[in-house]
């Protein structure tokens, strides 16, 4: 058995959080968008009766699973990648909820407008907008994750790591990415979640992936960086 | 049993996804954030060990659920709102992802630079982001929910209601509140999309609390009605 995972060619983008997902489980899977021959867009349009609405999506052979914490939340429970019983099945999945306010918020800064217009449109828009990120969202979405990593456990669900680990990582490494400086001022307070994003991306299971050619650079996808959006503070 | 729900006072927003499937199940709950001595933001702060980032929260007394989708993943589950199989468990989690993020597309058309900012401060930008927002998104958006409905199903999941039906009679109010000029232009192209908000707010289990003063108006939240911001186009 081999998942589809279907996603735009190019880029991490929301594919990444399921992407690590699967290498981390160790879980056979096509990267179907990045064949030779295939369009994303074109493929998008032939499902009938549960049709995705954008990738990332999960075509599992008998069902056709889009929106990226869904996927997870498949993908965790029949690969052991979040907790088996409820109470830890729902707190990742909120957690992975909450990952996504903040990814969603972070693309926001450069596409505050409109996704479908250029950022040099709404450039000054995102300056005022990565301001606030910055300044306001930012230190709120890092005392919440610092809270929940507060304590004993090793990993967000306890002592094994979950796919809100996994995203985590990737949301840690997308922010660095876009604002730089940003989380240079932000280490010395939020150390624990810079240990944590390091843990996760030291795990055995994750080395061969990330030095592999499937796991791309950031670069002019959801996360974005540009000298003008970031600042020390 | 009965559950706690935390929500701020005085409006729907997105508590009212939750407490709209809680009174369309029968199922009881206290809106704590409507108490008097009640403080949503100090209660916040309270919890500990699986902390909510925002509102809406339930507490059910065993565990405290946090973000919209994932409070009413566990409802539905609970509480037979959703099918008891594993593929319209998933397609209900999906839709309502895909609801939410047109709920907070909606949103952001008049705080597209920053939800901590007043709106008067952010007005050209809003402007720009409701023209796109009713020219490209409410289309797309539209499109797609319209091929779920399409077929024999009378709702999104089957035969019975679900909560992805009556979130979807919330987000349709919601922009019937907000855009009523572009809402009345989309309904010839999307009538099924109307038709089956119809059918939900006309389901027996919902006509009390549509009657109640629990049923807020929409005015001032999540959804929001400026004339600068609708149009027919």
């Known amino acids: 058995m081999s998942y589809d995972l279907w996603y735009w060619a190019g880029l991490p983008g929301r594919g990444e959080f399921v992407r690590i997902a699967l290498e981390a489980g160790g879980i056979p899977y096509r990267e179907r968008g990045r064949e030779e021959g295939t ?10 009766s549960t049709p995705p609405y954008a990738p990332p999506w999960l075509d ?25 019983d409820a109470k830890g099945k729902l707190w990742v999945n909120q957690l992975q909820l909450t990952i996504m306010d903040m990814v969603a918020e972070a693309h926001d800064t450069h596409h505050p407008i ?14 005022q907008a990565a301001e606030q990120f910055r300044g306001e969202r930012m230190p709120k979405f890092f005392r ?6 507060n304590g004993e456990r090793k990993f967000f669900a ?13 949301l840690m490494s ?4 876009a604002f730089p400086q940003r989380m240079a001022t932000l280490r010395p307070e939020y150390r ?14 994750l080395q061969d992936y990330l030095a592999s ?16 959006l970031d600042a020390s503070a």
Do not use: M
């Open 174 to 177: 997308g922010l660095e990415f």
């Open 213 to 228: 050619d499937r796991c791309l650079p950031f670069e002019n996808g959801l996360f974005r960086h540009y000298e003008e």
């Open 60 to 84: 599992t052979g008998e069902l056709v699973l889009a929106q990226t914490a869904n996927i997870l939340l498949y993908l965790g429970d029949r690969h052991g990648l979040a907790p088996k």
């Open 192 to 205: 624990s979640l810079f240990e944590h994003r390091d843990r996760v991306g030291e795990l055995p299971e």
């Open 114 to 127: 409109a996704d479908g217009a250029y950022y040099e449109e709404q450039k000054e828009a995102a300056k």
């Open 39 to 48: 369009d994303v867009a074109e493929q998008l349009e032939r499902y009938d």
């Open 158 to 170: 306890g002592e094994a790591w979950s796919y809100a680990d996994t995203s985590f990582y990737v």
């Open 144 to 149: 919440h994750f610092a809270k929940t990593l």
